[in-house]
């Protein structure tokens, strides 16, 4: 089974950035570069919205719309850990974040949260 536990989210103003951080780990099969990367979100009252994948080398990588041009994934395979940095971010990216290694989100961490205020 793999553990994920996602960091780096706080409460920031309009036009700041963020840099979210998950870290995963498993048992003595794990190997975290056989798998790709998803950041998923849940804003308050939503369901889960899918944000960005990046492919199992890090060359790959997409996003949604709502973020493109302002956010960027990586990924350190060496650290076993995935990034999402958030630039200009807007009130409607409030959200939990979590990573995840499918695209619908169910096998997911803890989440972590990004609140966007003026």
């Known amino acids: 089974e793999v553990g994920l536990v996602e960091s780096g989210g706080a409460s920031v103003q309009p036009g700041e950035s963020l840099k979210l951080s998950c870290a995963a780990s498993?048992?003595?099969?794990?190997?975290?570069?056989?798998?790709?990367m998803y950041w998923v979100r849940q804003a308050p009252g939503k369901g889960l919205e899918w944000v960005s994948l990046i492919d199992n080398n890090g060359i790959i990588t997409k996003y949604a719309d709502s973020v493109e041009g302002r956010f960027t994934i990586s990924r350190d395979n060496a650290m076993n850990t995935v990034f999402l940095q958030m630039n200009n971010l807007e009130i409607e990216d409030t959200a939990v974040y979590y990573c995840?290694?499918?695209?619908?989100?169910?096998?997911r961490g803890q989440g972590t949260q990004v609140t966007v205020s003026s």
């Open positions: 995840s290694i499918d695209s619908a989100g169910k096998r």
């Open positions: 498993g048992g003595s099969g794990f190997r975290f570069s056989d798998y790709w």
